[in-house]
């Protein structure tokens, strides 16, 4: 029986009316598991693997690496009763993947490369899959609360090369020459959304800077037994995060948001974490985070950057958001104006830590410190929030403890 591979409208969010093929994984005359990756989509939102329907033989791919696909659309067909060819004896051999403890747990192919990646066993990662099966998913959470792997303090992680998905002409002239490359359909996204920005709101920018002496000195004396008991390190990110959501109480127009003549209120706390990958800057969300505690924190951070490494972030993962915070500071700026990304009325811009001169107490020393930018909508939020709205962050950054008793 001939199985049709179906893209459904909605499958990548609802604004999301076409796709790219990245990359096929699978080729014609090739078998597959139910569940197993068949195809690399991008978006304007995302990259994403694409996952068989049934197990079979791959009989016909209705489109090419580099084409783009309208939704909905059949994209290719499975037969559930071929049996595909053996092959060569000189050809590549596939490693095997890792046997299940029990006859009712399936590891699907995905979830066996990453527990070899990991060094983990079927027996460490509990399965939530349909069918008792172990997906690769499973194991990432594994690793995140394990910290087999430890995820990145910084929110910025190294990204793999992205395929080329449409031709790249190169024009020689002696000895100048020139590139030309399509833009990728996230790179488009990323482009639009920042003259959105600039074009649709009344944009504005106040800086402050922040004494990080006192958070450093925090980690440093709890950072042990934090790691022990939750597996993951005590990061600089949480700690905004915290602060953030404390200001945000306090000033609910950088919260909210404005749909026509009205202005929204959100009552909730979905803070967007904007992390750099090899195709551009990805924003996934926090949801609710303000019921999440550090550990929580830092834990959703590294399994968003594993995602971003390995190109499996979710359209749900970077829909919505209600405030965003980003860091220059990682690639070292000390000092920027960031773009809000709409429609939310307010963006927090953490730069690089630098020991420089203050004065305290009438003398002169040296402290750690980090420059900070709100940009707003000046639309919604006057000067006068959007000063105290940083001011606010930088005296619960200054003085942690705060964050833990709301005060």
Request: net charge neutral; glycine share 8%; with cysteine.
């Amino acid at each position: 029986m001939t199985v049709e591979v179906q893209l459904k409208k909605g499958d990548f969010g609802d604004s999301v009316s076409e796709v790219v093929v990245v990359e096929w994984l699978k080729q014609v005359g090739q078998s597959i598991q139910a569940d197993a990756d068949l195809v690399e989509l991008e978006s304007d939102k995302a990259t994403t693997k694409w996952p068989a329907p049934k197990s079979g033989v791959v009989t016909k791919l209705l489109f090419n690496a580099g084409d783009t696909i309208p939704l909905p659309s059949v994209i290719a067909l499975i037969d559930e009763t071929a049996v595909a060819a053996a092959p060569a004896a000189d050809g590549p051999v596939a490693s095997a993947a890792p046997k299940a403890m029990a006859s009712d747990v399936r590891i699907m192919p995905a979830a066996a490369a990453a527990l070899a990646e990991n060094g983990l066993k079927p027996s460490q990662v509990t399965a939530t899959g349909p069918g008792g099966r172990l997906l690769k998913e499973d194991v990432q959470r594994q690793v995140a609360a394990s910290a087999m792997v430890a995820p990145p303090t910084a929110i910025a992680v190294p990204a793999r090369t992205a395929p080329v998905i449409d031709s790249v002409r190169t024009i020689v002239t002696g000895e100048r020459s020139e590139k030309r490359q399509m833009m990728s359909p996230i790179r488009k996204r990323i482009a639009s959304r920042l003259v959105e920005a600039q074009s649709t709101a009344a944009l504005l920018t106040t800086f402050n800077e922040v004494d990080m002496t006192a958070i450093m000195d925090l980690r440093k004396q709890h950072q042990d037994a934090f790691t022990l008991r939750y597996g993951i390190k005590l990061g600089f990110m949480s700690f905004f995060v915290k602060a953030s959501i404390d200001a945000l109480q306090t000033f609910p127009a950088i919260n909210a948001e404005i749909q026509g003549t009205e202005i929204v209120y959100h009552n909730y706390f979905d803070i967007g974490i904007a992390i750099g990958g090899g195709k551009g800057l990805v924003v996934p969300v926090l949801r609710n985070a303000e019921r999440m505690g550090f550990a929580q924190i830092e834990q959703a951070i590294g399994v968003f950057a594993n995602k971003v490494k390995e190109n499996t972030l979710s359209p749900q993962e970077l829909t919505g958001g209600t405030f965003t915070i980003t860091n220059g500071g990682v690639y070292g700026s000390l000092l920027s104006t960031p773009i809000v990304n709409p429609p939310q009325s307010g963006v927090l811009g953490m730069h690089a830590i630098q020991d420089r001169p203050v004065a305290r107490d009438g003398q002169v020393v040296i402290r750690p410190m980090m420059y900070l930018a709100l940009t707003y909508d000046h639309r919604i939020v006057d000067g006068r929030e959007a000063v105290s709205f940083l001011k606010r962050i930088k005296d619960c950054l200054e003085n942690p403890v705060r964050l833990l008793l709301d005060v």
